[in-house]
């Protein structure tokens, strides 16, 4: 059994930068709920292949999935495979496919997550998962508009001494 979530959100500010937000390993601590960490596991350009470790902290404890880039469309699209079989979950694969749109003078992103391979327990508990999982990627969705409001709010030469911010 898969457990799937499609969420929307509509952020105000152009496709590619939040593109950029979405893609800036080193500046996603600034936005991303309960990140202690990202390990990049190269170091090429951001891109199909891009592989990482990411470490949060859930439910009072670090939690740490390998993380790999399958389509990376610039300002368009972008999808994750977390391979639960290489972290600390040691079983499953968790999809997330971004697609970006300018929308009403900002961004329409929608994003279509999957769990699947996770066996018995999913069965079990794969409704009450869901609603975790989902309340969970709201939670990113939120902080993502937050982060870019806030980046769009500052004055042009602000945005520029922040290394993490994309034009």
């Known amino acids: 059994m898969s457990v799937r979530v499609s969420l929307e959100q ?3 500010t152009t496709p590619e930068r939040v593109f950029a937000a979405l893609t800036d390993l080193d500046g996603a601590k600034a936005w991303l709920p309960n990140l202690e960490r990202i ?3 190269d170091d090429k350009p951001f891109g ?3 592989a990482w470790r990411e470490t949060r902290r859930i439910f009072g404890r670090e939690a740490t999935e390998h993380h790999e880039v399958t389509r990376c469309e610039h300002g368009r699209a972008l999808s994750i495979l977390v391979d639960g079989t ?10 997330f ?3 970006l749109a300018a929308d009403d003078g ?3 992103l929608k994003l279509d997550a999957e769990i699947s391979g996770m066996g018995l327990f999913m069965s ?5 998962f869901a609603a975790g999982f989902k309340s969970g990627l709201e939670g990113d969705l939120h902080a993502l508009r937050r982060y ?3 980046r769009d709010a500052l004055p042009v030469a602000a945005r520029e001494e922040r290394p993490s911010d994309v034009a």
């Open 10 to 12: 509509h952020l105000p």
């Open 39 to 41: 390990e990049r596991l």
């Open 48 to 50: 199909i292949g891009t």
């Open 86 to 95: 290489k972290g600390v979950s040691k079983r499953g694969a968790y999809r």
């Open 97 to 99: 496919d971004y697609a």
């Open 106 to 108: 900002g961004t329409l």
């Open 124 to 128: 079990l508990l794969g409704k009450l």
């Open 148 to 150: 870019v409001e806030d």
